[in-house]
């Protein structure tokens, strides 16, 4: 247990609805960041908090996508009108401080199945 | 444009030999290197990093390597268990910004 949590372990929906999920990072780490994790690939880079700013986007994030990270606690990512290839592990990371020597520490991820 | 590359998309050790899982970069920005190690189902969990102004950092049975000139580094594992099968990620970084990962790599130690 890396002390990041994420909600809900798996989620199955169908195409069309909208999905939230739910990290709760270590608690004193300031920098969170969500990924997204393909089958045979490696985590990819969505999008980065810093407290309770939104830093960074990637262009990987469409607009159907959003994040709040509100009181630089528990952020929140949804997906609005899902579609088949959202089906993903999305995986959430806290860092903490601004160090260039530290590492990031993922959750157990949210496992999503678009039907 | 993968700036992070592991070219093995799998490696077969036996029990008690070294592994070695390497892994190739492409911008001489990044500075910090990591090493994550991933069960199926679970996130990433971390496994030892090191920074660029290093070539070597040993922790237990686990040493990273950096060969900035070739922008190689390389994970060795020794002895090898089985519990250490699982899917290997490099992750790379320019100072305090995102990790970019490589595609991973599936060890597996056999009996």
């Known amino acids: 247990d890396t002390g990041v949590s994420q909600n809900p372990r798996h989620k199955i929906t169908k195409r069309g609805q909208n999905v939230t999920f739910r990290c709760d990072p270590i608690?004193?780490?300031?920098?969170l960041y969500w990924y997204r994790q393909t089958l045979g690939q490696g985590p990819e880079f969505l999008t980065y908090?810093?407290?309770?700013?939104?830093?960074?986007k990637s262009r990987l994030l469409s607009d159907r996508f959003s994040a709040e990270r509100p009181k630089g606690s528990f952020s929140t990512l949804e997906i609005q009108r899902t579609e088949q290839g959202d089906s993903a592990m999305y995986l959430c990371?806290?860092?903490?401080?601004?160090?260039?020597?530290?590492?990031?520490?993922f959750g157990q991820g949210t496992r999503l199945t678009v039907v | 444009d993968q700036q992070v590359k592991q070219n093995s998309p799998s490696l077969s050790v036996q029990e008690g030999r070294i592994s070695i899982l390497n892994c190739d970069y492409t911008n001489s920005m990044f500075d910090y290197f990591l090493w994550y190690k991933k069960y199926p189902a679970e996130g990433p969990t971390f496994l030892i990093s090191?920074?660029?102004?290093?070539d070597k950092n040993e922790d237990g049975r686990f040493t990273v390597f950096l060969n900035k000139s070739a922008k190689h580094l390389s994970l060795h594992i020794v002895p090898s268990q089985p519990g250490d099968s699982a899917v290997y990620f490099c992750a790379a970084r320019r100072g305090a910004q995102k990790l970019v990962f490589g595609q991973g790599t599936r060890l597996t130690i056999n009996p």
């Open positions: 090191i920074s660029s102004i290093k």
């Open positions: 608690s004193e780490h300031n920098r």
């Open positions: 990371a806290s860092v903490r401080g601004v160090g260039v020597d530290t590492e990031a520490f």
């Open positions: 908090f810093q407290n309770e700013a939104q830093l960074e």
